[in-house]
């Protein structure tokens, strides 16, 4: 699972990119929990808990519906 959900980050981190941010992936758990690390403008951004939720584990939710949360280490 690991992989896809690095296909999927592949896809989002252009978009981060422009705005001056990143993200990396940390852990993918058995129990479908995805921890990742907001780099860049991302990482002190007040709408970075918004990019989280609604683009990067909105992202990884529809392709891959096994993932159940995406948490922010």
């Not at 992989?3 to 129990?31: C, F, I, M, N, Y």
């Not at 921890?35 to 709408?47: I, M, N, R, T």
């Amino acid at each position: 699972m690991r992989e896809k959900v690095e296909e999927v980050l592949e896809k989002v981190r252009p978009q981060l990119q422009a705005h001056g941010g990143s993200v990396e992936l940390v852990d993918v758990t058995e129990d479908g929990v995805v921890k990742v690390k907001l780099a860049g403008a991302c990482a002190g951004c007040p709408l970075s808990t918004m990019t989280l939720s609604m683009g990067i584990e909105r992202a990884l939710k529809e392709e891959i519906p096994e993932i159940e949360r995406v948490e922010a280490v």
